[in-house]
């Protein structure tokens, strides 16, 4: 099992430059790849961020537009009440 695994591996002589630019090749690819999705999910963890924080800035202004129009309605109907009497 072992002589398979490195009649594989016969041609690649470390000291060989185009087994070098090979490696180098992968090298440079695997880096760039993983920089890339680092950075696909930073920027999907920013948008994220972003639409939580407009859902949490949009649900603060309706309560505050509800409790204000409550607010309003309770103040009328006291005012009515007052009236009345």
């Known amino acids: ?4 695994l490195l009649s594989v ?3 690649l002589d470390p000291m060989n ?8 090749t992968f090298l440079w690819q695997g ?4 920089f890339v999705t680092i950075a696909l999910i930073i920027i999907v963890v920013k948008l ?16 505050e537009r509800i409790d204000a129009a409550k607010a309003e309605a309770i103040a009328k ?3 009515e ?5």
Do not use: G, P
């Not at 430059?17 to 180098?24: D, G, Y």
């Not at 994220?48 to 309560?63: G, H, N, P, V």
């Open 77 to 79: 109907a006291e005012q």
């Open 1 to 4: 099992m072992l002589n398979t």
């Open 31 to 34: 880096l760039l790849a993983i």
């Open 17 to 24: 430059w185009n087994t070098i630019k090979h490696a180098l």
């Open 9 to 11: 591996f016969k041609n």
């Open 48 to 63: 994220t961020a972003l639409c939580i924080d407009k859902a949490q800035k949009f649900s603060k202004e309706r309560q």
């Open 81 to 85: 009440n007052t009236q009345a009497e």
